[in-house]
Structures are given as structure tokens and as C-alpha cells.
């Protein structure tokens, strides 16, 4: 996180792993639970950033591969009960 975002985390949880085969490539992601603790967010490695709601999702495009976690992420109330 510090090299993209220039921040300092804590990981705290799984969220999920997603496996996920494209036309000329496979990919693996680990979506993982974690708190700021050290920093604020500064964009280097990309043109900007937003923090949005698990509701806000369904108002953003998301590649094939990002949707199992979208999912996970949207399927509780409480986001501390997928930890």
C-alpha cells in the first residue's frame, strides 16, 4: 500500500481469493481487510482515487476478475462479520 498509496496498513482479515482465467492469462487475488494507520492517501502509481460505499458499487464498471470480491464485499450489512 505504501508504494501506490503512500500509506502505512494493518491487514485484519480475508476477505476472499478470487482465481480467475482471461483469454491470454490467468490471475490470482487476494482481497484482504485493512486499517490506516500510519498516513494519508496519495495517489503515484495511478491518476486518483475514491473511497466509496459497498452500495455505491453497483454505480461502477468492475473487470471480470474484481467481481467475486465486489460480491463478497456486497452481500453483508455488517462488513466486520466477513473478518
Known amino acids: ?3 501506490e498509496l503512500n500509506i502505512i496498513t494493518k491487514t485484519e482479515g480475508l476477505v ?3 482465481y480467475h482465467k482471461y483469454s491470454d492469462s ?3 487475488l487476494i482481497a ?3 486499517r490506516i494507520i500510519k498516513g494519508k492517501p496519495k495517489v503515484s502509481e495511478h491518476s486518483e482515487y475514491k ?3 459497498c ?3 453497483i454505480n461502477y464498471k468492475f473487470l471480470e476478475a474484481d467481481i467475486p470480491i465486489v460480491e463478497k464485499l456486497s452481500s453483508t ?3 466486520f462479520d466477513l473478518r
Request: overall charge negative; glycine content about 0%; proline content about 0%.
Open 77 to 79: 450489512n455488517n462488513l
Open 26 to 28: 490467468n490471475i490470482h
Open 51 to 53: 473511497w466509496i460505499s
Open 16 to 18: 476472499c481469493e478470487v
Open 32 to 34: 484482504y481487510f485493512t
Open 55 to 57: 452500495e455505491e458499487f
Open 1 to 3: 500500500m505504501f508504494e
